[in-house]
């Protein structure tokens, strides 16, 4: 897990600062950039972690429904947090500590329980659960890793249009460290049996309905007039193809 922890906190401090660093990135590459993590995140849902989830001993129609409160939840976090997680920068409510706090609890929310995504394979192990897909949780972390990314950008974006530079890398320093700390109290939790099978189940439906939530808005808003864009459409599939390899071939 120390590993996972260093690819999740240095990516989002990484694109984070590159709102400081390479400010022209916002206008040139983060939209297309974007596209991409919506692409391959929505992949891997469809491909990977929904077939493994209705595969590995949860009930089948109590999963569907975690499922759809994930999608409904990840509504409601996105009123607080405006949109950042599918890369939303646009002049926010931050001005007032209270917009600052309202914005950084929907984001750490939603990193929080993506990060418990990442418990899945202990998961697994303690409930002793028959999964289909044995090879390793690196698609998934993948897939945090490329959302992270732009939602940490957008996040610093936002906040350094109103905020000091000090104070906006603190908060981008929580909202680093949200997804680590996920994916470590869900493993203690599991491996101290203090989260049964249908919390897990709960857990990881809640998820998977926020992904979904997430890459397909991104989808929605790429083309907000439907304009067909060669680049994009390039973009999608390539993403789409890597995650197809990426569970097939690999």
């Keep these: 897990m120390g590993i996972n922890f260093l690819l999740l906190f240095s990516t989002a401090m990484i694109a984070g600062l590159l709102v400081f660093i390479f400010p022209a990135f916002r206008d040139k590459y983060f939209k297309l950039l974007l596209v991409f993590a919506g692409s391959y995140l929505f992949s891997i849902t469809i491909l990977h972690i929904i077939p493994e989830l209705f595969d590995s001993g949860f009930s089948s129609t109590r999963m569907g429904l975690y499922i759809l409160i994930g999608f409904l939840f990840q509504q409601i976090l996105e009123f607080w947090s405006s949109g950042i997680e599918h890369g939303h920068i646009h002049k926010h409510q931050s001005e007032t500590s209270k917009g600052v706090w309202t914005l950084m609890l929907g984001l750490f929310i939603h990193a929080f329980l993506e990060g418990t995504l990442l418990s899945h394979g202990t998961a697994m192990a303690e409930e002793s659960l028959a999964v289909s897909h044995s090879h ?14 732009p939602a940490a950008f957008a996040l610093a974006a936002v906040l350094s249009a109103s905020l000091s530079k000090k104070l906006t890398i ?5 909202f680093a460290l949200a997804s680590p700390m996920g994916m470590f109290s869900s493993a203690f939790f599991i491996n101290q049996g203090m989260l049964s099978k249908e919390g897990i189940g709960l857990l990881y439906g809640l998820v998977t309905g926020g992904f979904l939530h997430i890459s397909t808005t991104i989808f929605f808003e790429s083309s907000p007039h439907h304009k067909f864009q060669m680049n994009k459409l390039l973009v999608t599939f390539l993403a789409a193809g890597l995650a197809i390899a990426s569970e097939y071939l690999m």
């Design 136 to 149: 390793s949780d690196n698609t998934v972390l993948l897939g945090i890793i490329m959302h992270k990314g």
């Design 170 to 174: 603190i908060l981008l320093t929580i």
